[in-house]
């Protein structure tokens, strides 16, 4: 097993220096999400109950569209220099290959994540410091990473792929955007850990399902 995650974190790693090289995904990403946010918290007013109502889609709207865009570039760099074909030949099981795209599109999310939430928190008037909020974040954002490396992969050669990323991915992960939106609306009430539950079992069922769904359909979608 150690020797299994020693390979993904290989391929993370290389991801990750990358991506500090260039900053090709955070910057363009943090850009459209933050603009999301501020156009919308012109658009309401902060201090109204219609803000409060509508605070939890618009945080969700920012982090799906900006995790779409990042989405389309997690091969950008095998699929631009043509070096897919050598990470295919490199002795490590094609699972192997997917865990660490996985992990680069997770952790690269988070980032996202950490600084648009502490500026929809300021921009809406609410309070910055809320654990709930984070974990909720966190697993919708694992459900949703999976799946969207799965189609990252599977559009990666064609000529459609910014548009066919989002058709094909969107209503997959529908259900994890619709739970994380309630749950969000319920922790942004305050209620209590019992009343989001539910919201909480399906994120929970939808990441193991499209985990395993996704590892076992690698294979296949990145062969020729």
Same mark, same amino acid.
């Given at each position: 097993? $150690? +020797?299994?995650?020693?390979?993904?974190?290989? =391929?993370?790693? $290389?991801?990750? =220096?990358?991506?500090?090289?260039?900053?090709?995904?955070? +910057?363009?990403? %943090?850009?459209?999400?933050?603009?999301?946010?501020?156009?919308?918290?012109?658009?309401?007013?902060?201090?109204?109950?219609?803000? $409060?109502?509508?605070?939890?889609?618009?945080? *969700?709207?920012?982090?799906?569209?900006?995790?779409?865009?990042?989405?389309?570039?997690?091969?950008?760099?095998?699929?631009?220099?043509?070096?897919?074909? +050598?990470? $295919?030949?490199?002795?490590?099981?094609?699972?192997? =290959?997917? *865990? +660490?795209?996985?992990?680069?599109?997770?952790?690269?999310?988070?980032?996202?994540? =950490?600084?648009? !939430?502490?500026?929809? %928190?300021?921009?809406?008037?609410?309070? %910055?410091?809320? /654990?709930?909020? #984070?974990?909720?974040?966190?697993? #919708?954002?694992?459900?949703?990473?999976?799946?969207?490396?799965?189609?990252?992969?599977? #559009?990666?050669?064609?000529?459609?792929?910014?548009?066919?990323? /989002?058709?094909?991915?969107?209503?997959?992960?529908?259900?994890?955007?619709?739970?994380?939106?309630?749950?969000? #609306?319920?922790?942004?009430?305050?209620?209590?850990?019992?009343?989001?539950?539910? *919201?909480?079992?399906?994120?929970?069922?939808?990441?193991?399902?499209?985990?395993?769904?996704? !590892?076992?359909?690698?294979?296949?979608?990145?062969?020729?």
């Amino acid at each position: 097993m $150690k +020797g299994v995650w020693r390979k993904v974190s290989v =391929i993370f790693w $290389k991801d990750a =220096i990358n991506e500090l090289r260039t900053k090709e995904i955070i +910057g363009s990403v %943090l850009v459209f999400a933050l603009l999301v946010l501020v156009i919308f918290s012109f658009t309401f007013n902060p201090s109204s109950g219609t803000a $409060k109502l509508v605070a939890p889609g618009i945080l *969700w709207v920012s982090f799906t569209f900006s995790g779409v865009l990042g989405l389309n570039r997690v091969f950008s760099v095998e699929r631009d220099n043509s070096h897919m074909e +050598g990470l $295919k030949l490199c002795p490590v099981e094609r699972s192997v =290959i997917y *865990w +660490g795209k996985l992990l680069s599109s997770f952790i690269f999310m988070l980032a996202i994540e =950490i600084i648009i !939430t502490p500026i929809f %928190l300021i921009l809406f008037n609410l309070p %910055l410091f809320m /654990p709930r909020l #984070a974990l909720i974040i966190v697993m #919708a954002t694992a459900g949703f990473a999976s799946v969207g490396t799965l189609f990252s992969a599977l #559009a990666m050669n064609t000529r459609a792929r910014d548009i066919l990323v /989002p058709i094909l991915f969107l209503p997959i992960v529908v259900p994890v955007i619709i739970a994380g939106v309630e749950a969000t #609306a319920l922790t942004l009430e305050g209620r209590a850990w019992g009343d989001m539950s539910t *919201w909480l079992q399906i994120i929970v069922a939808c990441d193991i399902i499209y985990l395993v769904a996704a !590892t076992l359909a690698f294979d296949f979608v990145i062969e020729e």
